[in-house]
């Protein structure tokens, strides 16, 4: 029934944080202050403020912590971005990144209904929630645009607007993203609707060409070629993104080797979320400040 108690007296060596949302920050603190390494997922935290405390007192806990960002381990996710960091695409011009339901319930009327979107309970209040669907469903696209650009984004613009959930905050949210190479991002997310027909999951153009793909396909398209090649990646029940995850974490604590995004990583993404929430309040672009 005590977390805290179970964190400080269990003869554990790591924690699975899999909170609502606004619970993270104080599971996290605790774990830390108990030397425990931490998997968390997604969001790391709702607001700025805790971020910061958990990166410091992660640093100076000296612990592993890795921001479950499962879906960086999607074969199409991971081959775009050997594609990219190789160079094949040049300078990178226009980075999209989208995540919607795949499906939805047979309807009345054309939509996702309200109650099919699941977003009930603390799910359905901003204060618990943090925000909407794009502090939930939204993070994934979020850490996805940032993986992929590989440069620190600047300033953020956003749009939200709530259909058809019945839940305080967005259920859609268009993010734009400015990054210090020049390139401009986009996030496009929510679960007023199943995922746009002939949309991909994410999409790179750079001076040289286009990398784009869904979970379990990917495509490159050098400029000048009018068909793109294709890599299918299986699709393994047995061994998901999930499990790929935990393995990589349980890597990570055993050698000691940093994991793929860590505290700090998992702090970004929220400042780019908190930035769009802002720019929806504000009505502007926001500005980011740079990485210490």
């Not at 984004?153 to 949210?173: I, K, L, Q, R």
């Not at 979320?273 to 502007?284: D, F, K, N, W």
């Amino acid at each position: 029934d005590d977390f805290q108690a179970l964190i400080r007296e269990a003869d554990i060596d790591a924690v699975d944080i899999c909170l609502p949302h606004h619970l993270h920050a104080e599971a996290i603190l605790a774990a830390t202050a108990a030397g425990k390494h931490i998997l968390c997922e997604k969001p790391m935290c709702i607001t700025l403020e805790e971020g910061d405390q958990i990166v410091e007192a992660v640093d100076a806990a000296g612990i592993t912590y890795m921001s479950a960002h499962n879906e960086l381990f999607y074969g199409p996710i991971l081959a775009a971005k050997q594609f990219i960091d190789a160079g094949s695409l040049g300078t990178p011009y226009i980075v999209r990144s989208h995540e919607f339901p795949q499906t939805y319930r047979t309807a009345a009327i054309p939509g996702r209904p309200a109650p099919a979107t699941q977003m009930v309970g603390w799910r359905a209040s901003q204060a618990t929630m943090g925000g909407g669907m794009l502090i939930d469903k939204g993070y994934h696209p979020t850490y996805i645009l940032l993986y992929l650009t590989g440069s620190e984004p600047v300033a953020v613009s956003a749009m939200t607007n709530t259909f058809v959930a019945d839940m305080e905050g967005e259920d859609t949210a268009l993010v734009m993203v400015k990054f210090a190479n020049g390139a401009i991002g986009q996030i496009f997310t929510g679960e007023g609707f199943v995922f746009p027909h002939g949309d991909q999951k994410f999409h790179v153009i750079g001076e040289r060409g286009e990398v784009f793909g869904t979970r379990t396909e990917a495509f490159s398209k050098p400029r000048g070629f009018t068909e793109p090649s294709r890599i299918a990646f299986a699709d393994n029940p047995a061994n998901t993104v999930f499990d790929m995850e935990i393995l990589h974490f349980v890597d990570a604590v055993a050698t000691g080797q940093p994991p793929i995004q860590d505290h700090r990583a998992g702090r970004r993404v929220l400042e780019v979320i908190q930035a769009a929430y802002e720019s929806v309040r504000e009505g502007r672009t926001v500005e980011l400040k740079p990485r210490a």
